[in-house]
């Protein structure tokens, strides 16, 4: 049985018998409260069930991969999430995607303290802000291409392959030494050992990459952020510049630096990357923007850069403006406009593709 198996069946088991054990000792105890009584106070008490599904349609004046103008509807997904606590300082968590049935996050985490928690499962890593923020409030519906590309969510990179920014692994992490008024955290800490393959993926290497990132917040209204990844992957395609080929094990290094920026109705996230895989060097930077007239109304503004490999000036820059109008907790509809500005001094992937325009519409309902 590979490695991923192994720790998705302990962590099954230890599930099924933390669960259990954790409703035996709530049924025995108060022995004048009817069982379904008892049970349904554990579930209501211990655990929490969410969810949220996206769908919508876009326009592309010039669509790459059907080389024309292209229009499709969009089912993008349908999470489910169960989140149950059996018992104190420890938390089952499961999500899954009902549209593509895959499994995005199984994990068990021991948190004794604020300062200190550890988890062992599959779940996203600690590279970039936005990779580690829910769909269910990213303002930019496509997300920024650059942390899609290099934390390999979307699949654009095909050499890392399309994971979710979500891997199996063992992490530590926290938040400590509170200070100001408002009793914040300075210091947020997660450092992580994964496997270094996309999610539901067995390990192909023998080796495994190291993910960590660090925020503070000097002040209550900004919090800098930085994360490095550092490992060995193996190709899941030709790379597209000839470095190397298919199955093939190569350096795959990342970093960034950030912020974010809030401030009455303004919020402000901006980050810049670099990444190696063999000998190509990539970077990326984004900043979104986001203000709100009303509460249910959010103005978003952001730009959005991506180059594949610098030495062959292959890069691509989204402007968007857009509109979120949020209809009720979860619930919202999201209007944007996208230019797509493509280098014309390509040498690679963005060779003779012309500029486009992108129109974008999404709706989300949640619970």
Sequence with gaps: ?????????????AAAYISS???ADTLIAGSNEPKSGKLLRFLSEKVSVSGYAQ?????????????????KFNLTRAMIIADIEPISHIDLYFMADLVKFRLHE??????????FYIRIGQYK???TIESNMSPSVLEIINGAQAVQYLAGIDGSDICFGGGAGRDLGLEVGGAFFKIGQ????????????FSGEPYNTAETNNR???????ALRPASILKLHGSAYIGEGTAKADNPYGAFMAGDTYRRNRWSAGLEIKTGPAYLRSEYMEGTDASVKSR????TLTGSPAKFLDIIASVDYLDRNIALNDWQCNYIIGLQWNIYRKCRLQAQYVYQQRSRGSKGVYSGIPSSHLFITQLQVGF
């Design 284 to 287: 990326g930077a984004y900043a």
């Design 182 to 193: 408002d009793r914040r955290n300075l210091f947020e800490y997660r450092i992580g050992v």
């Design 106 to 115: 199984l994990y068990v985490r021991y948190c004794p303290a604020e300062a």
């Design 21 to 23: 054990s954790a409703a």
């Design 1 to 13: 049985m590979n490695i991923k198996a192994t720790v998705l069946t302990i962590i099954l088991t």
């Design 208 to 214: 495994k990459d190291v993910v960590a990132s660090l």
């Design 125 to 127: 890593t600690p590279f």
């Design 55 to 71: 769908a919508g349609y876009q326009y592309d004046t010039y669509d790459m991969a059907h080389e024309g103008a292209f229009n």
